[in-house]
């Protein structure tokens, strides 16, 4: 059994190849945060990890995972072949982008899809609402007649009430104060983990770069477990993570 390179009463992180370490684990968890490499550019990090959705397929139901349009087209069978059936969407649209090519859009945001196996309503989701709602909430009592039947009820919001969170959500990305150069911010991290984790369930996070999901699982009152395969990730992660212990044990 892998020894945790970090540990605390919500958080594990382990160091190596969630291939190889993942199968020994035996966990089974509530849900999968994947940020995997992408394998799109020639660099030397950038490699696609080959059947890691059929091992996330192994441990869990339900999964967000980050990516681009143009990894999801190139691997989606990857995730169709492991039964991972496609729910939805969200975008994350950053304060800032990257633009490698001077012949394209600069690219302002990444894509997150929500996958799950088995039944839709054996799933946990906890749809996400915003407090913001003014006079321009919702008026609309009834669904509209060309969406026909698309399911489960549609969610009505009085004026003035909460509103179904949007699924292009805006969060500042975090160049000039991030750990890990991919890495991804709590803000957009925390509504996908309390959309699909209920509270005090458990996520697992196979790419887990500098540990923001474990961070943002932990904030989110879940428990989660990390693996990273670079060691200079891994020890940032758990420094960040020991601080925030750390803090909060202060504050309590
Ligand atoms: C896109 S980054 C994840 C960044 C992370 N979401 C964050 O916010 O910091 C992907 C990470 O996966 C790690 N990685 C790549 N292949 C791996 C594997 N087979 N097992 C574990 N970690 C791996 C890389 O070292 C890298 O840190």
């Not at 919500?10 to 968890?29: K, T």
Request: glycine share 10%; net charge neutral; aromatic share 10%.
């Amino acid at each position: 059994m892998a020894v945790p390179y970090y540990a605390d009463d919500a958080v594990a992180l382990y160091l190596g190849d969630s291939r190889e370490l993942l199968p020994g684990l035996g966990l089974q968890v509530d849900l999968v945060v994947a940020d995997p490499p992408y394998g799109e550019t020639s660099l030397a990090w950038d490699r696609w990890p080959d059947g890691w959705p059929t091992l996330a397929a192994s441990v869990a139901r339900s999964m967000w995972c980050f990516g681009s349009m143009r990894m999801f087209l190139a691997r989606g069978l990857e995730f169709t072949a492991a039964g991972w059936k496609l729910s939805q969407d969200v975008v994350w649209e950053k304060h800032n982008g990257s633009g490698f090519q001077n012949d394209r859009f600069k690219r302002v945001h990444e894509n997150v899809l929500h996958w799950y196996r088995g039944d839709w309503r054996d799933q946990h989701r906890d749809v996400p609402t915003t407090l913001d709602a003014t006079a321009r909430a919702v008026r609309r009592k009834q669904r509209p007649p060309h969406m026909g039947e698309i399911g489960t009820g549609a969610y009505l919001s009085e004026d003035g009430g909460p509103r179904l969170m949007r699924s292009v959500i805006q969060v500042r990305s975090m160049h000039g104060r991030a750990l890990h150069p991919t890495e991804k911010p709590i803000g957009i991290l925390d509504p996908l983990i309390r959309y699909a984790c209920p509270p005090g369930g458990l996520v697992l996070d196979p790419f887990a770069g500098s540990g923001s999901t474990l961070d943002a699982a932990r904030q989110a009152g879940r428990r989660a477990v990390g693996i990273e395969a670079d060691e200079r990730y891994a020890e940032a992660a758990a420094k960040r993570l020991s601080n925030l212990v750390l803090d909060f044990g202060g504050a309590a």
